[in-house]
């Protein structure tokens, strides 16, 4: 009894538990993607214009990245208190959304309906946080694909979220905003007590690379499992069982996972695990082993003395330079010799606090570059419904269900690539965000130009290169201003999300669209005013003057010049990225080269 007792106390503190757990909470927590989905609803229900419509969807950008309560309680409260927040302003927010648009309670003013929509999509940031940081600091030596796999599953939630709705589907297309409202919650209160950090940096076994590489091999199994689905059920009218043993299977694959946490737990093999260090060893930390606190005033004047040509030197003749430096700086300073200074603040790789980052240039450049790339990409999601339908598409579910699965394949293709840059070659992180954003450029002119076949092809570009994003950055900041306050670095970086979508798409892409709009509107009225007098002869009858109807845009044209302005955007985005990794060569040097001697 004692011996299952322990077994099970184990479990429960496994950091692939907690890993697992946290995977499926993101499989949940990425409500903010089927907004492509929802948004035709609440136009209809409510009669709003694009314009609106895209005030909406700037609430919920806004709500999606306004994470600063969340990254504070994260520091202070338990993990499952931040949960529960989340969970319980998922469920009002939605919940009264579904209320509304189904008439059973009165409609509110469309700023009422911001604050709704703000005020449910506020809690992805509090699941996104307690994912991440917990999982982070379990994991401080894989961040990579860490970041990439949780960031995936929540892009890939609007897909599952989808496929679920499929089995239950209302009359009213209503219920896809009640399974948003509820779900997520359910999952929250069932999940809140396992993810939380229990220090996983003891407990790295030599398994860890081959637990990964299963887990990804789920993730290429799951992603091609529901674009399957999804293609057979937009083809195929299929019968309401074989949704359901669709769905089955979908359950199947996500609870595959847990094989891990059971398998290394319950496994003899416990003398095995080693400890890793939770932040990698600079050489400032390097000195403070040896000679304490007074290491920070010699580093500070090691930096000054030992030149550019230093760090140009091989990893090994690198190291032996600076250990030289350092015995005489160390040696003068005894002697009195030197007259060391005080450096202000840390440097590159090391804890900064939210105030010290601020004024880094390094972090604005990745603010910017990630407002450019990800708000862009942003744009093209919350707009995804009216695109297809500008291009003739009636069944809008399937470009947001597409574009969920290839944001989350690029998410877990951004982790993985971007730990192989620098793991195997100590070159930037950053390098790897300016290829998504590159592809992310292509993916707007082929909506500009509006080919056949460019729904799908920009679906495929600008999902993998917006979902690399959201692997890349948070594995960048943390490397570069360390894990200290990596909740509030990371929330304030998604702060570039709703930027980008309020200028992009609530001032830019809806202008352009309800002026294209008004454009088609007025030739259509003086056509009918033109063929009045014909049909009033023919029919002997006047036509009346119909019920009106929001304005609508049809033809590549309504989304022309807006998408040509994101694609030179994404451009500059990518010569800030190249920027960055031109700033931080010596950094990743530092970081990771190593470990390749």
């Avoid at 989808?162 to 219920?175: E, M």
């Avoid at 002026?515 to 029919?539: F, G, T």
């Amino acid at each position: 009894m004692i011996r299952l007792r322990e077994r099970l106390v184990g479990i429960f503190n496994n950091r692939w538990l907690v890993f697992v757990a946290a995977m499926w909470i993101q499989s949940t927590a990425g409500i903010g993607y089927l907004f492509g989905s929802i948004s035709p609803v609440i136009k209809s229900s409510l009669n709003y214009n694009q314009r609106q419509l895209a005030s909406l969807g700037v609430a919920k950008d806004l709500g999606d990245s306004v994470g600063f309560i969340a990254g504070t309680m994260i520091e202070i409260f338990p993990v499952w208190g931040t949960l529960l927040v989340g969970a319980v302003q998922n469920l009002i927010g939605y919940g009264w959304v579904w209320l509304i648009v189904t008439g059973r309670v009165a409609a509110l003013p469309l700023w009422a309906m911001c604050i709704l929509i703000f005020v449910g999509t506020n809690g992805e940031t509090y699941f996104n946080t307690a994912a991440l940081v917990s999982c982070v600091q379990n994991f401080p030596k894989s961040r990579g694909p860490v970041v990439g796999i949780l960031k995936g599953f929540a892009g890939l939630s609007g897909a599952i979220l989808t496929q679920i709705y499929a089995i239950v589907k209302s009359p009213d297309n209503a219920g896809l905003i009640f399974m948003v409202a509820v779900g997520p919650t359910m999952v929250i209160i069932a999940l809140m007590f396992i993810v939380r950090p229990v220090g996983g940096h003891r407990q790295i076994r030599p398994s860890d690379g081959s637990s990964f590489t299963f887990i990804y091999s789920v993730c290429l199994l799951l992603a091609a499992y529901l674009m399957g689905v999804m293609l057979i059920e937009d083809l195929v009218d299929l019968d309401h069982a074989v949704f359901i043993i669709f769905t089955v299977v979908l359950f199947v694959l996500l609870l595959v996972p847990i094989v891990i946490p059971l398998k290394s737990s319950l496994s003899s093999d416990q003398r095995s695990s080693i400890e890793e260090s939770l932040l990698p060893e600079t050489p400032k930390q390097e000195l403070e082993k040896s000679f304490g606190s007074s290491s920070e005033v010699i580093f500070s004047e090691l930096e000054d003395e030992k030149g550019s040509d230093v760090d140009l030197l091989p990893s090994i003749e690198r190291q032996k330079r600076i250990a030289q430096l350092q015995a005489k700086l160390f040696q003068a300073a005894a002697d009195g010799a030197v007259r060391v200074k005080r450096r202000k603040g840390p440097r590159r790789g090391e804890d900064f606090t939210m105030m010290q980052a601020l004024i880094k240039a390094d972090l604005w450049l990745i603010f910017f570059s990630l407002l450019l790339g990800s708000g862009s990409g942003l744009t093209v999601i919350d707009n995804l419904g009216q695109m297809s339908q500008s291009l003739g598409y009636d069944n809008t579910h399937i470009f947001v269900s597409l574009i969920s699965i290839w944001n989350f394949l690029g998410r877990i293709g951004g982790g993985y690539f971007s730990e192989i840059i620098v793991r195997d070659h100590a070159y930037p992180r950053p390098v790897a965000m300016a290829v998504a954003q590159a592809v992310m450029a292509v993916g707007h002119f082929f909506f500009a130009m509006g080919w056949p076949g460019a729904m799908h092809i920009g679906t495929l570009l600008i999902g993998l290169g917006y979902g690399a994003h959201w692997a890349i950055v948070p594995a960048a900041a943390s490397e570069l201003f360390g894990l200290k306050n990596f909740g509030a670095l990371y929330n304030f970086l998604t702060l570039a999300n709703p930027a980008g979508s309020l200028i992009f798409s609530g001032l830019i892409a809806s202008s352009i669209y309800d002026r294209e709009a008004e454009k088609q509107a007025h030739m259509h009225q003086h056509l009918q005013q033109n063929l009045r007098p014909m049909l009033k002869s023919i029919l002997d009858v006047a036509p009346g003057p119909g019920a009106e109807e929001p304005l609508k845009c049809v033809g590549a044209i309504c989304y022309f010049l807006s998408s040509m302005i994101m694609c030179g955007l994404c451009i500059i985005a990518v010569v800030f990225s190249m920027i960055l990794v031109h700033r931080t060569k010596i950094v990743y040097t530092n970081l990771y080269g190593k470990s390749r001697h």
